[in-house]
């Protein structure tokens, strides 16, 4: 069965860190590009940051650059979000997602990956 599940998430205070994971069977994230979303309550699910496959390539939204830095681990099929200087805002399921073309140059739409983890929830308290 072909799947994604992210890890990580939790509660923490703001201005602290949080590393969110990303593994998948069934796709070899080293081949394909990985990207970022969240939704908070009440809203839209938002891109956050993608990596291309060959990890040449990065992309953030402007409301985590610099804070968020996205980067694959190829020997555990990983890819790992580092979370830093958190703020409530940044409050929302986080969820992981892949596309199944490699060589895509789109990555901050939903509608360019077939992949999704079920999420998981990140709390930011004042």
């Known amino acids: 069965q072909v799947q994604v599940v992210e890890s990580g998430g939790g509660l923490v205070q703001s201005g602290g860190s949080l590393t969110l994971s990303c593994t998948a069977s069934?796709?070899?994230?080293?081949?394909?590009?990985v990207g970022w979303f969240r939704q908070a309550p009440g809203k839209e699910r938002e891109f956050v940051a993608a990596i291309s496959w060959s990890t040449t390539y990065s992309y953030y939204a402007n409301s985590v650059k610099g804070r968020f830095t996205i980067s694959k681990d190829n020997a555990k099929n990983m890819v790992n979000l580092q979370m830093n200087n958190l703020t409530p805002v940044d409050t929302a399921v986080y969820y992981c997602?892949?596309?199944?073309?490699?060589?895509?140059?789109?990555?901050?739409?939903?509608?360019?990956?077939?992949?999704w983890g079920q999420g998981t929830h990140v709390t930011v308290s004042s």
């Open positions: 997602a892949t596309q199944d073309r490699r060589f895509s140059n789109t990555y901050a739409s939903p509608d360019d990956y077939d992949l």
């Open positions: 069934g796709r070899n994230l080293s081949r394909y590009p």
